[in-house]
C-alpha cells in the first residue's frame, strides 16, 4: 500500500511542476496559453513570489518587458496618452538658414505687385518675383486628413541706404508655399531714418504665423520665399535673412538668420475591433 502512496504523490509532483494549461487551445506552449479574448476585472499583479503577492503599480504607470526569463515591471513614462476626439501634436519641423536672400538687392527692381492670393504658384512670375530661402525647405507625410498645420517663421530684415543722412523705404512680403502653391503670406515695409550712425543700415525683425486645417493626405513640401514689392531708391542695400555686407559691425548672418517651425497637429481617431 505504501508503494502506491508514494507513486500517487510522485505523480501528483509531476503534474504540478510540468503541466501546462491551454485556454482556447489544446496545445499550450507556456505555463498558461490563452487563444482568445481576456476580460481582466481588478487589478494585474506582476512580480510576485512564492511568498508575495506582485505588486500592481501605480495610477498611470505602464507594463514593461524586462526581456526573456524576466518579469514585466510598472514603469511611469513621461509621454501623453492620446485619447480619441482630440488634436495632439504629431510631428515638429524645425529648420535654420543662414545664407538668406541677397538677389533682391540694388539694382534689382522691385516687382510692383501688391497682392497675392491663396494658391499663387511660386513660379507664375506674374504674381510677384519669389526668391526663395532654400535652407527653410521641409519635406513630411500627412496622414490624417483632419488634421492642423502651424507655421512658424522669423527672420532679420537689413536695409543700407545709399546715403546715411536720407530716408529710404523697401516694401517687401514674405510667404510660405506647401507644394509650390501660396498658403500663407504677410507684406512688411523697412524704414531707414537717418541712421548715419549706422552709415544708412536699419535692421528689422520679420514674423509670420499661421495655422492652416485639413492639410490633404500625402506628402507635403513647405517652403519659404520673399520678394520686393517696391523701394524708394533702388541703390539701396536689402536683404533677408542674413546682413547686406560682412564688412559692417552692425550685424552678422548669425544675428539674422532665419528659422521655420512646422507643427503637425492630427485628429485622434481609433479603429473598433
Known amino acids: 500500500m505504501k508503494r502506491i502512496i508514494y507513486c500517487c504523490a510522485a505523480g501528483i509532483l509531476s503534474f504540478?511542476?510540468?503541466?501546462?494549461v491551454g485556454i482556447g487551445t489544446t496545445s499550450p506552449k507556456s505555463t498558461l496559453d490563452v487563444n482568445g479574448k481576456?476580460?481582466?476585472r481588478k487589478e494585474l499583479r506582476v512580480g510576485g513570489t512564492s511568498s508575495q503577492v506582485g505588486t500592481a503599480g501605480l495610477n498611470g504607470q505602464v507594463l514593461v518587458s524586462q526581456g526573456e526569463?524576466?518579469?514585466?515591471?510598472?514603469?511611469s513614462?513621461?509621454?501623453?496618452?492620446?485619447?480619441?476626439?482630440q488634436y495632439k501634436l504629431i510631428n515638429s519641423y524645425l529648420s535654420?538658414?543662414?545664407?538668406g536672400i541677397t538677389n533682391l538687392s540694388n539694382g534689382i527692381a522691385a516687382d510692383g505687385i501688391y497682392k497675392n492670393s491663396v494658391g499663387d504658384d511660386v513660379g507664375d512670375t506674374s504674381k510677384g518675383r519669389w526668391?526663395?530661402?532654400?535652407?527653410?525647405?521641409?519635406?513630411?507625410?500627412?496622414?490624417?486628413?483632419?488634421?492642423r498645420l502651424t507655421y512658424q517663421f522669423q527672420t532679420g530684415i537689413e536695409m543700407k541706404a545709399p546715403d546715411g543722412a536720407a530716408s529710404q523705404s523697401i516694401t517687401f512680403t514674405c510667404g510660405v508655399f506647401r507644394n509650390g502653391k501660396l498658403v500663407a503670406v504677410r507684406p512688411d515695409k523697412v524704414v531707414s531714418n537717418n541712421n548715419t550712425e549706422k552709415s544708412g543700415i536699419q535692421d528689422y525683425i520679420?514674423?509670420?504665423?499661421?495655422?492652416?486645417?485639413?492639410?490633404?493626405?500625402?506628402a507635403q513640401k513647405l517652403e519659404v520665399a520673399c520678394r520686393k514689392i517696391d523701394t524708394s531708391n533702388l541703390n539701396s542695400q536689402f536683404a533677408v535673412g542674413r546682413n547686406v555686407s560682412d564688412t559692417n559691425t552692425v550685424s552678422n548672418a548669425f544675428t539674422l538668420e532665419s528659422v521655420m517651425k512646422i507643427d503637425v497637429i492630427e485628429y485622434v481617431t481609433y479603429k473598433s475591433n
Open 77 to 85: 513614462l513621461n509621454v501623453s496618452f492620446m485619447e480619441e476626439g
Open 16 to 20: 504540478n511542476v510540468k503541466a501546462q
Open 38 to 40: 481576456i476580460t481582466l
Open 206 to 218: 520679420f514674423t509670420l504665423n499661421y495655422t492652416e486645417q485639413n492639410v490633404p493626405v500625402g
Open 96 to 99: 535654420s538658414d543662414q545664407a
Open 131 to 147: 526668391a526663395k530661402i532654400a535652407g527653410l525647405e521641409n519635406n513630411f507625410i500627412i496622414k490624417n486628413g483632419k488634421n
Open 69 to 75: 526569463g524576466l518579469p514585466p515591471v510598472w514603469k
